[in-house]
């Protein structure tokens, strides 16, 4: 069952801050984050695993919030860099029924 | 460079053809995945292997097959190709064992039928 993202796309100027959510209606066993610029391949942020840690990773951060099934994407001043189509995958199992979420386009403007 | 390598690159053919997709996953990795991805759209699983058998099935087309091999690579195969089958097709592998199934994606093939 493929999760849930939003917003489907955001446009935002260079040092203003974005969150991006993943929602699942199943319990989750993991959230993974990946980043996809534009032709090329998906590249891996971080995963965060059921137990609501959250992690960052320069100015990109996520939590998960196990009760509600939610994952949550930060990025804070963003970075023309930070342009790309955001996917959440979710699994349920561990090494089981991986799929990705539709995508969030993010476009960062000078 | 993720360690994931995909050949060729690119790939034109035309309709009713039969092309084939390698894959060699990282060193070590059990797990290969295949993705299709259309233009501008998500990335649709195709086929999970781990260690030379399949794992998972997604919406994987009966024209499509695939297989992992003993030493761990894969090769995708279209058959009967379509105007629609045109894509990038990408290959990841994951390690699995570590309890993060996190995966390294290839640079992937575009394939263009004509």
């Known amino acids: 069952q493929q999760p849930v993202q939003s917003p489907q796309a955001v446009i935002l100027r260079e040092g203003e801050d974005a969150v991006i959510n993943c929602s699942s209606s199943?319990?989750?066993?993991?959230v993974h984050w990946y980043r996809q610029k534009h032709g090329e391949a998906p590249v891996f942020l971080m995963i965060?695993?059921?137990?609501?840690e959250q992690k960052g990773h320069e100015k990109i951060s996520a939590s998960f919030n196990e009760k509600k099934q939610q994952s949550s994407l930060y990025l804070t001043a963003s970075q023309l860099s930070y342009s790309g189509t955001y996917f959440c995958?979710?699994?349920?199992?561990?090494?089981?029924?991986?799929?990705f979420g539709p995508g969030t386009r993010l476009s960062v403007l000078p | 460079d993720s360690g994931v390598t995909q050949t060729p690159k690119h790939l034109i053919t035309a309709t009713g053809q039969r092309v084939t997709l390698r894959c060699s996953p990282r060193?070590?990795?059990?797990?290969v995945y295949w993705y299709q991805q259309s233009l501008d759209q998500g990335l649709q699983f195709l086929i999970q292997?781990?260690?030379?058998?399949?794992?998972a099935k997604g919406n994987i087309l009966e024209r499509f097959s695939a297989q992992q091999f003993p030493d761990l690579h894969s090769e995708l195969n279209l058959s009967s190709l379509e105007l629609g089958d045109s894509a990038l097709y990408f290959c990841?592998?994951?390690?699995?064992?570590?309890?993060?199934?996190?995966?390294?994606f290839g640079a992937g093939t575009r394939l263009s039928v004509l």
């Open positions: 990841a592998s994951s390690s699995s064992g570590t309890g993060q199934n996190i995966q390294y």
């Open positions: 199943k319990a989750l066993y993991s």
């Open positions: 965060l695993l059921k137990g609501g």
């Open positions: 995958g979710t699994e349920y199992n561990y090494g089981q029924n991986f799929v």
């Open positions: 060193s070590g990795d059990l797990s």
């Open positions: 292997y781990y260690n030379g058998e399949e794992r």
